[in-house]
């Protein structure tokens, strides 16, 4: 039986967009409670993807969260549109913006789940004065911007501390992790303290499809469980 308390979040950034609707349906039926759409900017990260068309057009076609990691500089301007077209969570980067509690409150004041997001080179420390606010710490195990890069093994070490800086302040808040997921690399990373892992390349173009690819995952997560 697959771990229960680890969760798998496909990102659609590795999806087929010729079948995306299709594809997020089949995360859905194969047992995820979510997936994660990157919003990427050119400017904050070197590629440009999707914003709230997207969210929108997938809104009405699934019933999972839909997760919006937003890799965009200033994160404020993408807050609100994105919200609107039906994001449950909203993700934005400590390094991103200066007032990053302001963005925390404006998120929360939409309604909707908050989560920060660290790139491999920040420091957990930075978390400590919004930590207490968020529903969700995003540790980037590789640098932003691109899918299907290596994982990076020193930001393992960031995932113990912001697990420890968790558990310290009795709090219910999620550690997700993303970048370089895949079977040898997501035990490690549940081991260190994370329980949800963003997968893209290792869901969409598994070979044996979606359903197939989440149930390797959370086996190999099977021999790390407490």
């Known amino acids: 039986m697959a771990y229960p308390l680890i969760k798998i979040a496909p990102s ?3 999806a087929d967009f010729m079948r995306l609707g299709e594809q997020v349906q089949e995360a859905e039926a194969a047992g995820v409670d979510r997936v994660q759409i990157d919003v990427m900017d050119g400017r904050f990260v070197p590629n440009i993807t999707f914003g709230a068309v997207v969210v929108k057009c997938l809104r ?3 019933h999972l969260q839909l997760e919006a990691h937003l890799m965009v500089q200033p994160p404020e301007d993408f807050i609100e549109p994105i919200a ?3 994001a449950d969570t909203i993700i934005v980067h400590q390094e991103a913006t200066p007032h990053l509690h302001r963005a925390i409150q404006h998120i929360h004041s939409l309604g909707k789940k908050a989560g920060v997001a660290l ?3 920040t420091p957990a420390s930075l978390l400590s004065e919004v930590l207490e606010s968020l529903q969700l710490v995003l540790v980037m195990t590789v640098n932003p911007g691109f899918g299907g890069q290596e994982f990076i093994p020193e930001t393992l070490r960031k995932i113990r501390q912001v697990r420890a ?3 310290e302040r009795g709090m ?5 992790v993303d970048g370089g997921i895949n079977l040898q690399t997501a035990p490690q990373v549940v081991e260190a303290g994370a329980d949800v892992l963003v997968a893209g390349t290792a869901v969409f173009d598994h070979q044996q499809g979606i359903a197939t690819a989440i149930r390797e ?3 190999a997560c099977q021999a790390v469980a407490p």
């Open 12 to 14: 659609i950034l590795s």
């Open 60 to 62: 009405p076609l699934t």
């Open 84 to 86: 609107r077209a039906g």
């Open 119 to 121: 790139n491999p080179s």
């Open 165 to 167: 800086m968790i558990l």
């Open 172 to 176: 219910n808040c999620e550690v997700e």
């Open 217 to 219: 995952l959370l086996a």
